[in-house]
């Protein structure tokens, strides 16, 4: 291949990585601008209908945020994500579909804060986390890719209002290895995979 070939072959490919990274950066954008306005209205319990097509996030869109699995817990697809890779990677899709179940019904709920990145952050400035993934003092950053994009298409159709709640309204969860004292206080609504799933009695968070 002549030089001039070659200086044309290297800036082609300059310009169509370029023209992908840009792409990307943009579905990026949207993604996260769809998905703090699908969190509000999560979070506003009287609007609960359907998401519309064109406010949906799409599955390019949402696997464009946070590609690496290292940027800050800013966002809600992010928080979403990270949270549902930490509390059930490694375990089925049920198991992961149910963690995210329990950050939608946080969400705005009497007691719980309004975004998905205050529901999953809660506790922190006391020690007391209700994600414990969040305050264990080990990296957040992700380890295996191939989860962290299923973990991303979860929280999206769990943003979406495409995920189906099959843990029947429930706002806490443990592992079925542990009793922890705080589940005698809750009605028991499910057992998902390797979790058991609670709600208060009277509906208020504690």
Excluded at 6 to 17: D, H, K, M, P
Excluded at 24 to 45: G, H, I, T
Excluded at 161 to 171: F, V, W
């Amino acid at each position: 291949m002549s030089f001039k070939w070659s200086v044309a072959f290297l800036v082609v490919t300059l310009v169509a990585g370029q023209v992908i990274a840009d792409d990307q950066q943009q579905k990026k954008e949207v993604a996260e601008d769809k998905a703090q306005v699908l969190e509000q209205k999560a979070a506003d319990k009287s609007a609960d209908v359907p998401v519309p097509k064109s406010e949906a996030i799409t599955q390019s869109e949402v696997q464009a945020v946070d590609p690496a699995g290292k940027s800050p817990l800013d966002d809600a697809i992010t928080c979403m994500a990270r949270s549902i890779y930490w509390e059930a990677k490694g375990k089925d899709t049920d198991d992961m579909a149910a963690v995210a179940n329990v950050v939608m019904n946080r969400l705005g709920h009497a007691g719980f804060p309004d975004t998905v990145c205050a529901v999953v952050k809660q506790g922190s400035e006391t020690k007391s986390c209700q994600f414990s993934w969040w305050c264990d003092g080990r990296p957040d950053t992700v380890q295996e890719e191939t989860q962290y994009a299923l973990a991303k298409e979860i929280a999206r159709k769990a943003l979406n209002k495409q995920l189906p709640d099959r843990t029947g309204g429930a706002m806490y969860f443990h592992d079925r290895t542990v009793k922890p004292d705080w589940a005698k206080e809750y009605i028991k609504t499910a057992e998902i995979g390797m979790f058991r799933f609670y709600k208060p009695h009277d509906g208020s968070a504690k």
